[in-house]
């Protein structure tokens, strides 16, 4: 683990948020899928997403919100707004949450410059160099702009492929805890007819967090999707095993599907 | 305009927020599209979607983020966590930020008794009649159990068909304000050779809020997509062609395409 990842909590789980940032996501024309894949990326290391914001590209909220949920959570993951245009704003949003100063990053600045070219390494891309002081970088195998990281947040591009590829680069610096184990068992009964059962489960098995997602079919057939889940691997297939008898026992089908992130 | 809605400010736009409630948004199950959904129906009223959150199924989370989303903007929508489950606790969380009791709603206790029969009208299901005291339901045509509205805030389903439903059947009780007109420019060119012309576009034109999005394609193509984006058709006009005349002066592609949500 890097030694600026913050120190485990003894026996605690990790927890985290993401701070998505651009105008775009909040006028409706880019659909966020980044929130998302972080979330899978944290549940496989045990982490615990608990929270996410999406803000515009306006430098006091983007500050405002990071510092909430810095002072919340173990790491704070943001994407978006580092690229060279005059609205990647998120580098000097940064270095204003944290009161410090923001310039050239030597070597962001000289990778950048080897990618360009000097001729083509214009004023507007060498703000790609530009980071808050004390930041280390966070190499980007896309399109070289590196992202970065200062105390416990992480700065992502909002690209969904260089984003991705970002957490990967950054994976060795985060701690590895109790992945979540989940089943997703599907059952063609009504929601409102397993529930009560179901609330029974959730009693029984107080450390499994029991889901319970409707859903209806084109072809008007509907059911439910019942989730057990948890860091006990046995804890959480007690409870599935449970959901199953709930299941035979109400005259209705139970098929365990596969289901990432549960 | 209903009544319970707040009054207009003369002049200025309206804003909102979404909170988005779920174990299963942060664990990675779902992919969220309420947001994108509600932003696109925000954006063709004239309200401005300034912020949102999503947060687990926890009563004092969902609790503190309804009360500083709906003490800083003029509408709130929630979407998630009515159905009949032990796991849906949007309604109790609701009413605690709002220090308000909670029961029976009659109106939606004799619909879904309807919608049920008095047999099959289980406990678990009365849940969903509940809501907190002083809300005015939001109707469901897709599902019959209701949304409700309080004060600034609108509670919907986290099914996006649900949601949408409830949308449309809440719509009347919002302003209409002028819709956000927005032109998409794509050229294929390198963002960081466009973002000089770009900012000194966005200097002139500052009643327009001007956007960069990179793109890369499958097959090694890339390109950038320049977004004009306000309330003044006339001023986004002038703003779009201002960056198709930059487009050609780098001897670039620039092609208007159709892009909900701008």
Known sequence: MDKSAPVPKNG???TAAVLVIGDEILSGRTQDTNINYIARFLAARGIDLKEARLVGDAAGEI???LNALRAAYDF???TGGIGPTHDDITADAVAAAFEVGIGYHPEAYALLEARYGREDFN???RRMARAPDGAVLIPN???AAPG???GNVFVLAGIPAIARAMLEALAPRLPQGAPLH???IAGEVAEGAVAEGLAAIQKAHPATAIGSYPYYRGDGGYGVHLVARGRDAAAVEAAARAIEALLKELGATAARIAQPGG
Do not use: H, Y
């Open 12 to 14: 605690e789980s990790w």
């Open 63 to 65: 500050a405002a919100a």
């Open 76 to 78: 704070v993951f943001t």
């Open 123 to 125: 004023p507007m891309r």
């Open 141 to 143: 195998s896309v399109s």
């Open 148 to 150: 970065f990281q200062i």
């Open 182 to 184: 989940a089943v997703t």
